[in-house]
């Protein structure tokens, strides 16, 4: 809120949150304060799934380093996927 | 100034209350024991949202002599731990102004009706909640006295202006009702330095009483004890800035 920035994507899969395995369709990705890493802003994400209520949420806060990491090794995982022949057929 | 022969005390419990568009929400009340009548002091709280340090800051003012109530202002998010409820605020680009204007100022008529206060209140806020205190400040009647603690997106460009946040708060400067205390980290981006000074000229060019400190050495947040933006030297001084402008304009 102090930046306005943030985004949502709806996605789908399952996330582990506090009470377990639930099905996720939705992430919201933020650049603002993160409530535990140690930053003043971070790119935050959470998985969530609003109809099972606020705490069916799956937590990260990145520096923007690692964000720009994972993200780059999240497209080299499904390039090798791909050119693997596993990825499913469209 | 406490001295330890003193008798103190301070009574604070969760209370539902009435925003100024009727709803009821609940808010946190700390009030000091012993003889009254006692300023007030509202809270508007930050993004992380209504959380342990601004249940804490609460207790801290009453400590300091001054009735202090903390409305939720993510109440109608709904209910869970506070970090998952500023989450998915966050994620929904925050809570209406109109919305927490109402808010604030129905904690303002809720402390003016309680007993034992010298009739009095302030307004103090941090982060998002400085933003908030302010716009209050502008645009509900009968605060006697401010304190924005780097309140950002003051001043907002035309594409940062939301249906949640219709209108930069800086515009409404010309309203404001109060004395000022603004505390300002000049390592901050939100708000930056050039636009604590953009708000400067504005409160200059409508006359109004106000006093900006800017911190060297500090960013956003620097009051924060639990975060790394923490900064002891400049939070020190600026809580003494604190309780000095508030004994000036409330007492």
């Known amino acids: 809120m102090c930046t306005m920035i943030a985004e949502k994507v709806k996605v789908e899969g399952s996330g ?13 990705v933020s650049y603002d304060h993160p409530f535990n890493a140690p930053y003043e802003y971070a790119l935050n994400i959470d998985f ?20 720009r990491d994972l993200m780059r090794t999240i497209l080299s995982a499904l390039e090798q996927a791909e050119a693997g022949g596993h990825l499913p057929q469209k | 100034m406490y001295t330890t022969d003193m008798y103190e005390g301070v009574y604070a419990e969760t209370v539902t209350m009435t925003s100024a568009n009727g709803d009821s929400i609940n808010a946190y009340l700390a009030r000091p024991l012993g003889k009254g ?11 992380p949202g209504w959380d342990a340090w601004y249940r804490e800051i609460a207790f801290k003012f ?29 994620a929904d680009g925050g809570v209406p102004d109109d919305q927490v204007v109402g ?9 003016h009706a309680l007993k034992d206060v010298n009739g009095k ?13 302010f716009l209050a400040a502008c645009r509900a009647p009968g605060f006697d006295a401010l304190v924005d603690c780097w309140g950002g997106n003051v001043v907002m460009r035309p594409d940062q202006l939301t249906p949640k946040t219709p209108v930069a708060p800086i515009e409404y400067t010309k309203d404001l009702s109060c004395p000022m205390l603004g505390l300002f980290g000049n390592d901050d981006t939100t708000p930056a330095p050039e636009q604590v000074n953009q708000h400067e000229a504005e409160l200059k060019k409508y006359g109004k009483n106000y006093e900006f400190h800017r911190y060297d050495g500090a960013g956003h947040g620097f009051f924060y004890y639990h975060r790394p933006m923490y900064r002891q030297a400049q939070a020190v001084d600026g809580w003494e800035k604190v309780f000095a402008f508030l004994g000036k304009y409330l007492a």
Request: proline residues 5%.
């Open chain 2, 103 to 111: 808010d604030l100022a129905g904690a303002l008529k809720y402390v």
């Open chain 1, 48 to 67: 969530v799934n609003e109809s099972l209520g606020p705490s069916a949420r799956v937590a990260v806060e990145l520096s923007e380093s690692a964000a």
């Open chain 2, 62 to 90: 009453a400590l300091h002599g001054y009735l202090s109530i903390s409305p939720n202002l993510f109440f109608r998010t709904g209910q869970g731990t506070p970090e998952d409820i500023a989450a998915k605020v966050r």
């Open chain 2, 37 to 47: 009548p006692f300023p007030c002091m509202v809270l508007a709280h930050h993004m």
């Open chain 1, 16 to 28: 582990k949150g506090t009470s377990g395995w639930f099905t996720l369709n939705q992430a919201n």
């Open chain 2, 121 to 133: 209140v302030g307004i103090f806020g941090t982060c998002s909640g400085g933003r908030h205190a």
